[in-house]
Every structure is written in C-alpha cells, then in structure tokens.
C-alpha cells in the first residue's frame, strides 16, 4: 500500500511541474521523425508529426574536458527554438553515443571482453563503447555532460531518450567482435575486481573494487569465462545474473541522473529481439557456450529491465517495429514466438505502472514495412510511432511523407473512433 501511494504521490508531482504531459489514462496517439529536421519543422506539422527527435551531440557540445563549444551551442539552441516556434514537441537525445575522444583517456574507459580485446568504436560515430556499466569515472563524466545540457538548453522537452549504448540503446558491445565470437563485456579491471584499479573522482567510489559504482560488486567468479565448464553450471549462473543485473543498475542509473534535471517523459531504447522465457536458463545449462544468438551477451533482458520500473512517465521504446512478419507469430500463445513490439508492449501492461510504448522502425523502411508498422501499432496499443529516419521520407527510395500522412490519417481515425466508442 505504501508503495502504491509513493507512486501515485510522484504521479502527481510530475502531472504538476508538467501540464503539457499527455494523460496517462488515456494518452493520444503521437507521430515523430527520426533524426528530425528543424528546417522541415513546419512541414512536418501540416502533416500532423508533431514529435522531433533531437540530438545533441557530446563531442561537439564538450570536444575538450570540461571545456563546452559556445558555436554550438548557439546552434543547438536555434534549431530548439525552430521546432518549438512550428509547434512541434521535442524528444530529446542526448548523444552519449557520441562521446568525445578524451573520454576514451579516462582509465579503464573501455569494455574489454575475455579475450583481453578492448571494443574501440571510435571508427563508426555512435557505436559507444564507453564502459559506463562497470566504470563510475565513465558514469561521472556523462553525468557532466548531461547536467550541461538541461544548464545551458532548459528542460523544455516531451521526452528524454535513454539507453546510452551502442546506437543510444541499452546494450552491451555486440558479441562478435575482432574475428572473435562469444564475447561478453566484463573483463575489465574494474569489473572483475582486480586489486590496485584507479579510483573514481566520485565520492561514490566502491571499496570493494575501486573505480567501480557503489551499487555494484565485482564479478562474483572472477577469472571465469563463457564457455568453461563449471560444476552444477554454478559458475554460468553467477556470472549470468550478475551481467544481466548490472546492466539493470545503469538502467536505473540513468533514471535516476535524468530526474535530477528533467520530471517528463523518459524514453528508454530496448533494441533487437531480446531474451525470452525460459532462454537463460538454456543457456545457463550450457556454461554460455556459444549457441549462435546474440542476445545475452548485449544485455537484451528486457523483463528483467521493464518490470523493476516505478516511474509512471518511463516509456518503453521499442527500435525494432517492422520486425519481418516471417520471424514472427503475434497469435501465437508461446512469447518466444512474439515480434519485439508485442513482447515489449506486454511486458509494459504487466509492470503495475502500465507504462507507455513507444516504437521506431528500423529505417529504409518501403510502404510495406510502414504498413506493418502501423498495423502492430493499433493492435498493441502503442502510443507513439516515430518513424525512422526523417530524411527517408524525402529521398524517393522509400515510404514517402505523404504515405506517413495517409497511414497517420488512418490511425487517428481509428483511434479516435475506439475513443468515441
């Protein structure tokens, strides 16, 4: 019961400090771009695409420690004002995916996986590497630059996109990496609690393995890697939920850093397919052994995220809408069978909050995939459809602004007339 008032208790405190937030009860159905434009901001809005997503990019806003580019900023904050000033809302990504190249200075700043093979992505802008999960130095320089962002651009925003990984999503590094397959990304320092690691400058500095956030312990089987047999799969299990859980504590990490800025909207990106029923368990009888999939080794527990959540205004954000229908089978009672968007938007229902779903498709999506992306958004009740990428719309090659405009008519008519019934 006390729970219960705690929630409804912030509840109101965030419908309050925020009177432009949709009702939870009943929230409208949205439709945004990807990647948004502000020069196109009004032309959106006479298509009735009222969300932008936006990025501001940490390498350009802080290209030096400590040290912010007031050109941009000036920039970031003209292309805010052109969204607001056409009347659009604005979701707000802020670019950790995007990290400045002296971050990668910091010690022990990247993943390292059991091969002793550091994932360095400064190739491919906005595939982060940044060990923010194992690494509260890493944790606090993000946490400067996010406090950056709402000191010099305000909070004025619909939604805040969290994730903060490979492509602003909440994952590991992908498990096939330098010729090498299996890989998963604790085998840092810091992470496996080897003794003599630099501390972090937070005063949140874990004793039990310096350098590592106080939320977290060191690898529980330390030394022990995917694969090897271990007795009663004791040593699979261990390490298992402790890699699962420590995703989850920069999940909630980030929840929490956000609300120290921001009460609205938080909009965390759950990529791929993700783990389900029963999968780790398989897994774990196989000591982690190779099986092929990719899930477990990026973290994908998306249940294990989703319902932990208490905060009435999380969003879940699925990035995999137009999933091909032939993966898939949605009226199937087995979940390991459900596309990504029905798996996530039940697994939003079952968490008491009953929390919003987003869904963005993957992008070069034809008139196909945007059918079926609408299609899944009426039968799961999502409540946002940002289409990936705005660009698209323009360049002939794939669903057109106008097909978006038509599929957009279509679903708020059926919506507003489920309403009216």
């Avoid at 805040?160 to 299996?182: D, F, I, M, Q, S």
């Avoid at 609690?193 to 956030?213: M, T, V, Y």
């Amino acid at each position: 019961m006390r729970c219960c008032l705690a929630n409804l208790l912030l509840l109101a405190i965030i419908l309050l400090t925020n009177p432009t937030l949709p009702a939870l009860a009943d929230p409208p159905i949205l439709f945004g771009t990807v990647a948004s434009s502000p020069s196109r901001a009004r032309i959106m809005i006479d298509h009735q695409i009222t969300i932008a997503t936006y990025v501001i990019l940490w390498d350009q806003l802080e290209p030096q420690q400590g040290k912010l580019n007031s050109t941009y900023i000036a920039k970031v904050k003209a292309d805010l004002q052109s969204f607001k000033t056409a009347g659009m809302k604005i979701s707000l990504d802020p670019g950790m995916q995007y990290p400045p190249r002296w971050t990668y200075q910091l010690p022990h700043a990247m993943f390292i996986n059991q091969f002793g093979d550091a994932f360095d992505p400064t190739h491919q802008p906005g595939s982060n590497g940044l060990n923010a999960v194992f690494n509260q130095a890493v944790r606090d320089a993000q946490a400067t630059h996010l406090a950056n962002i709402f000191k010099h651009f305000g909070n004025d925003f619909f939604a805040v996109r969290l994730g903060w990984g490979y492509y602003g999503e909440l994952n590991y590094p992908h498990p096939t990496h330098a010729g090498k397959k299996n890989c998963y990304w604790a085998f840092d320092p810091i992470a496996q609690g080897a003794p003599g690691n630099p501390g972090s400058s937070s005063n949140l500095e874990n004793p039990k393995s310096p350098g590592l956030p106080q939320t977290l312990t060191p690898c529980p089987v330390p030394g022990w890697m995917p694969g090897l047999s271990s007795k009663n799969h004791l040593k699979a299990r261990l390490f298992a939920d402790w890699y699962l859980n420590a995703l989850k504590d920069y999940h909630d990490w980030q929840i929490t850093q956000t609300r120290k800025h921001y009460a609205g909207n938080l909009a965390m990106m759950m990529g791929s397919w993700g783990l389900r029923d029963g999968e780790i368990q398989r897994l774990i009888d196989t000591d982690l052994a190779d099986d092929g999939r990719t899930e477990i080794q990026r973290g994908f527990d998306f249940a294990r995220y989703i319902q932990g959540v208490t905060d009435p205004t999380y969003i879940v954000y699925c990035t995999w809408l137009d999933t091909p229908a032939q993966y898939c089978d949605d009226a199937n009672t087995n979940p390991t069978r459900w596309s990504p968007i029905h798996y996530l938007a039940n697994a939003a229902k079952s968490n008491p909050m009953n929390l919003q779903v987003w869904a963005e498709n993957t992008g070069r999506g034809n008139q196909a995939d945007m059918n079926l992306s609408f299609q899944r958004a009426k039968q799961f009740n999502i409540q946002a459809i940002i289409w990936a990428f705005e660009d698209d719309l323009f360049n002939k090659k794939y669903a057109s602004l106008e097909e978006y405009h038509q599929c957009i008519k279509r679903q708020l008519k059926l919506h507003n007339a489920m309403g009216d019934g």
